[in-house]
T-cell receptor, first 111, second 114 residues
Framework: QQKVQQSPESLTVSEGAMASLNCTFS??????FRWYRQHSAKGLEVLVS????GEKEEGRFTAHLNRANLHVSLHIREPQPSDSAVYLC???????????FGKGTVLLVSP | EAAVTQSPRNKVAVTGGKVTLSCNQTNNHNNMYWYRQDTGHGLRLIHY???????EKGDIPDGYKASRPSQENFSLILELATPSQTSVYFC?????????????FGPGTRLLVL
């Protein structure tokens, strides 16, 4: 069964500094990776989707995928206090739409 | 823009009672999903559907039933609610494409079972 782990559990960065979040997965056949953001007591907002090794940029959010290392990361350029939220990594395998989520990283951006 | 709504937003139920959580999407997506979110577990898939009339078991289906009477509506039913089902429940719709489904989430329903 797919295991998805995120690190760190929490992260504090200053406004304008780069924020980097990590996600490891256990199933090497996984090919569908998404990063979601969840503000307190709200639903999930999809930030970026990536399906092949390399980099995918969506505005200030960039995902890096290295399937050989079972690792996908999210980098947030010039984070703002409004980016303070829980960031969730979600993974699925080829032919399936079932997502397995990590437990999340709590990001706090201080002014 | 993707629009998934859930009702009720908050619910208090008694142990042994029946609870129905409703989800409506206006995206015309074929796929719909029910998750629960608990501290320490993240989001876990309960049931999902690939279209009207179909329901499939997810990773934690025990104690839950699902119903998809139409493209737009997907319900989660707790026939005999238990305190362990106290959680936040999220519905999502997906834009299709096997393995490439982007899921759009509703705002969630907070359920407290006393």
């Amino acid at each position: 069964q797919q295991k998805v782990q995120q690190s760190p559990e929490s992260l504090t960065v200053s406004e304008g500094a780069m924020a980097s979040l990590n996600c490891t997965f256990s199933d090497g056949t996984s090919n569908n990776f998404r990063w979601y953001r969840q503000h307190s007591a709200k639903g999930l907002e999809v930030l970026v989707s990536i399906f092949s090794d390399g980099e995918k940029e969506e505005g200030r959010f960039t995902a890096h995928l290295n399937r050989a290392n079972l690792h996908v990361s999210l980098h947030i350029r010039e984070p703002q206090p409004s980016d303070s939220a829980v960031y969730l990594c979600a993974v699925s395998t080829s032919g399936y739409n079932k997502l397995t989520f990590g437990k999340g990283t709590v990001l706090l951006v201080s002014p | 823009e993707a629009a998934v709504t859930q009702s009720p937003r908050n619910k208090v139920a008694v142990t042994g009672g029946k609870v129905t959580l409703s989800c409506n999407q206006t995206n015309n997506h074929n796929n719909m999903y029910w998750y629960r979110q608990d501290t320490g577990h993240g989001l876990r898939l309960i049931h999902y559907s690939y279209g009207a009339g179909s329901t499939e078991k997810g990773d934690i289906p025990d104690g839950y039933k699902a119903s998809r009477p139409s493209q737009e509506n997907f319900s989660l039913i707790l026939e005999l609610a238990t305190p362990s089902q106290t959680s936040v429940y999220f519905c999502a719709s997906g834009d299709g494409g096997t393995g490439r489904d982007t899921q759009y989430f509703g705002p969630g329903t907070r359920l407290l079972v006393l």
